[in-house]
């Protein structure tokens, strides 16, 4: 008689619980082989900034990846807008535009926290961990998994890891591994 024992599923944690790490859970709890854990330093999730605008392109690649995304957006009271406009926002350029657009294809601007929530909403509260900051993470030679170690709590194992937790997160200076000063993050960029 056949071995009926499922196959184990994909461990995957996602450190950051911003926009793109609940962006990224959403997309990736769809599949059934794949058991999705979402760690947050904060103590709560939470966003920061008032607004961000999605164009047409970015809302077609959010309905691609999240269940109910235009309920979601709805909920979350996002509004048309008509036009989009880049600015350097420092250095010699400051204040030049970069592009502006209108066209036929409105965006759509949604408050960063409301968008955050609802994007938490749909996710069972069993996969999100606030207050989990990872301190180190290390290849386990056994299986091939990572070992994530918090602050607080124990060392977590999984299959694999995705760094959503911004320029100054622990996962990009384990990717880059302690690069020197001059690729270090800075709030303008590299």
Known sequence: MADTKPAPKLRIAISGGGLAGAAIANALVQHRYLEVHVYESALEFSER???VGL??????????????AKESLSRAG????NSTRLIVGSGPHAGNPVFDLAGTDPG??????ALLKELLALLPA???HPGKRIV?????????TLALEFEEGPVVHVDALIGADGIF???????????PASEKPTAAGW
């Open 49 to 51: 900034g008032a607004a």
């Open 55 to 68: 164009t047409i392109n970015a809302q077609n690649a959010f309905d691609a990846i999240v269940l109910s």
């Open 78 to 81: 996002a509004v048309s807008m």
């Open 108 to 113: 759509l601007v949604v408050h960063r926290a």
């Open 126 to 128: 069993s996969l999100l």
């Open 136 to 144: 180190s993470i290390g290849n386990e030679s056994e299986g091939g």
């Open 169 to 179: 997160g622990t996962v990009r200076q384990h990717v880059l591994n302690d690069p």
